[in-house]
């Protein structure tokens, strides 16, 4: 089994150098389960699809570092796998609810293969819809479609005709809260570090505008010049400048909502400075949210999503690079903006 581990704790922004790609025998491993008597809950799972998320580097760093916010338990320690959202097909099953040959998506390691110790980590994945299985390891069906569809139906609570910025447009969640968004009714504006990327985003996503952030000196009147009523809704997936820019925009009771900080989780000294007079006149909400919260409106995101991807009402774009030798990099990228819509690696042939 090959699979990635880090060699350090990363608290700055990630080099090649901080991976390595480690090989062990599995049959070792599950002698050892049998040993621990656990076997009888041990689901043995070839990856297919492996989700890379940029949240990963949040669980690499330091616990000083991660300002102990993250868990102890979700760390990411030296020379251990690294688990996230994937896609997989069971291959040797001790757990009377899998089988060999089922498909099912979970918490699956950055490998070849995820030794699951308890069946309730995996879902067997319903593929009579024939839609391809990539949707479900983190991509529009999985973690990113639900962190999209949560964050702004139930966070951002939006209201038909609002004004929307979404940042990281082009991103794996973005490009899906533009589409959402667009769905309901709502006039949609997206960010992004590339011109390819921003003819994307408006001749062939829907969006109403976008703009190159990268391009832009000042991002203040960037924004006024592309919200001159100014912004309802503020879907925030990078935080810092991009942040206090939006804020400065904001309509009367606008709704920011923090999905992901991506300028500062590998810039240690970076904060966004808010201007909170203005939050206070304005009667701004901010509020984060995290997908875990969400579980409760899986089947309705599911069914909602389903009929628009049945429907071609959103589009998918994805980035897929193939292999496991091709992890660390396709996780540097993201960091540099080289991915174009959700990034996974197909580890094996479905
Ligand atoms: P993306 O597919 O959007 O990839 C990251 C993108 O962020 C890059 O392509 C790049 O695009 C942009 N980016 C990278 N560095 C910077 C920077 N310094 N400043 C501005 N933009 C930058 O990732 P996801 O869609 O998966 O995630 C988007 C955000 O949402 C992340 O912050 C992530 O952590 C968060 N997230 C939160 C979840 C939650 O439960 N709250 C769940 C999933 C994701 P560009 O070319 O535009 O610069």
Same mark, same amino acid.
């Given at each position: 089994?090959?699979?990635?581990?880090?060699?350090?704790?990363?608290? &700055?922004?990630?080099?090649?150098?901080?991976? !390595?790609?480690?090989?062990?025998?599995?049959? =070792?491993?599950?002698?050892?389960?049998?040993?621990? %008597?656990?076997?009888?809950?041990?689901?043995?799972? *070839?990856? #297919?699809?492996?989700? +890379?998320?940029?949240?990963?580097?949040?669980?690499?760093?330091?616990?000083?570092?991660?300002?102990?916010?993250?868990?102890?338990?979700?760390?990411?320690?030296? &020379? *251990?796998?690294?688990?996230?959202?994937?896609?997989?097909?069971?291959?040797?099953?001790?757990? /009377?609810?899998?089988?060999? &040959?089922?498909?099912?998506?979970?918490?699956?390691?950055?490998?070849?293969?995820?030794?699951?110790?308890?069946?309730?980590?995996? *879902?067997?994945?319903?593929?009579?819809?024939?839609?391809?299985?990539?949707?479900?390891?983190?991509?529009?069906?999985?973690?990113?479609?639900?962190?999209?569809?949560?964050?702004?139906?139930?966070?951002?609570?939006?209201? @038909?005709?609002?004004?929307? $910025?979404?940042?990281?447009?082009? %991103?794996?969640?973005?490009?899906?809260?533009?589409?959402?968004? @667009?769905? $309901?009714?709502?006039?949609?504006? %997206? !960010?992004?570090?590339? @011109?390819?990327?921003?003819? #994307? #985003?408006?001749?062939? +996503?829907?969006?109403?505008?976008?703009?190159?952030?990268?391009?832009?000196?000042?991002?203040?009147?960037? =924004?006024?010049?592309?919200? /001159?009523?100014?912004?309802?809704?503020?879907?925030?997936?990078?935080?810092?400048?991009? #942040?206090?820019?939006?804020?400065?925009?904001?309509?009367?009771?606008?709704?920011?909502? +923090?999905?992901? *900080?991506?300028?500062?989780?590998?810039?240690?000294?970076?904060?966004?400075?808010?201007?909170?007079?203005?939050? =206070?006149?304005?009667?701004?909400?901010?509020?984060?949210?995290?997908?875990?919260?969400?579980?409760?409106?899986?089947?309705?995101?599911?069914?909602?999503?389903?009929?628009? =991807?049945?429907?071609?009402? +959103? @589009?998918?774009?994805?980035?897929?690079?193939?292999?496991?030798?091709?992890?660390?990099?396709? $996780?540097?990228?993201?960091?540099?903006?080289?991915?174009? %819509?959700?990034?996974?690696?197909?580890?094996?042939?479905?």
């Amino acid at each position: 089994n090959k699979y990635v581990t880090t060699k350090n704790h990363i608290d &700055g922004a990630p080099n090649a150098s901080d991976f !390595c790609i480690c090989e062990e025998s599995l049959s =070792l491993n599950l002698q050892t389960a049998d040993h621990e %008597g656990i076997s009888n809950d041990v689901v043995v799972v *070839q990856n #297919l699809y492996v989700s +890379i998320d940029p949240y990963q580097i949040n669980r690499m760093k330091t616990h000083s570092c991660s300002h102990n916010i993250v868990p102890a338990a979700s760390a990411v320690l030296p &020379g *251990q796998g690294i688990g996230g959202s994937g896609v997989g097909r069971v291959v040797d099953s001790g757990n /009377p609810d899998f089988k060999a &040959g089922d498909v099912v998506s979970g918490n699956l390691n950055w490998g070849e293969y995820t030794v699951v110790k308890g069946g309730r980590l995996l *879902q067997k994945l319903d593929t009579s819809l024939g839609f391809p299985l990539s949707y479900y390891a983190g991509g529009v069906l999985g973690t990113s479609g639900l962190t999209a569809y949560a964050g702004f139906f139930k966070v951002c609570k939006p209201k @038909k005709g609002e004004k929307v $910025f979404v940042s990281a447009a082009c %991103g794996s969640v973005g490009i899906l809260v533009g589409q959402y968004a @667009k769905l $309901f009714g709502c006039y949609v504006v %997206g !960010c992004a570090g590339s @011109k390819e990327k921003v003819d #994307l #985003l408006k001749n062939k +996503i829907g969006f109403d505008d976008a703009f190159n952030y990268k391009e832009e000196t000042d991002l203040s009147s960037t =924004l006024e010049r592309y919200f /001159p009523t100014g912004i309802d809704i503020y879907f925030d997936n990078v935080g810092g400048e991009m #942040l206090e820019a939006a804020i400065q925009n904001m309509n009367n009771f606008g709704r920011v909502t +923090i999905c992901g *900080q991506i300028s500062e989780y590998t810039n240690t000294q970076k904060r966004a400075k808010l201007d909170m007079i203005r939050v =206070l006149y304005k009667r701004i909400r901010i509020k984060g949210f995290i997908c875990p919260d969400f579980m409760d409106i899986y089947q309705e995101f599911i069914s909602t999503t389903t009929q628009y =991807l049945q429907t071609s009402k +959103i @589009k998918v774009i994805e980035d897929i690079s193939y292999g496991v030798d091709s992890i660390p990099e396709a $996780f540097l990228h993201l960091f540099h903006g080289n991915n174009i %819509g959700k990034k996974v690696v197909r580890i094996a042939q479905d």
